[in-house]
């Protein structure tokens, strides 16, 4: 394999370290979980999750449900 030809990303879940503002991949895989809702988010899609928590989340609802915040009005 070259260095141009793209390497598909091993199926399962990885392992992530979430830092402030970006997160690095520990163990690569396609997606992580949802840390309220437990859904399947692909790492490309990955745009919301808690550094000190170390969760990520499908949705801004998800992370203010993790923070107790209620959504009804």
């Known amino acids: 394999m070259n260095r141009y030809e ?3 990303p091993p199926a ?11 997160f690095r991949v520990i163990r690569p895989g396609a997606f992580v979980r949802c840390g309220v809702t437990g859904a ?3 790492l490309d899609e ?3 999750w808690d550094v000190d928590k170390q969760e ?3 949705s801004p609802q998800a ?3 993790r ?6 009005l």
């Open 6 to 8: 793209r390497q598909t």
């Open 12 to 22: 399962g879940e990885a392992l992530v370290d979430f830092r402030d503002g970006d």
């Open 40 to 42: 399947p988010i692909p």
């Open 46 to 48: 990955l745009k919301y």
């Open 56 to 58: 990520a989340y499908a």
């Open 63 to 65: 992370k203010l449900t």
């Open 67 to 72: 923070l107790g915040v209620d959504l009804r």
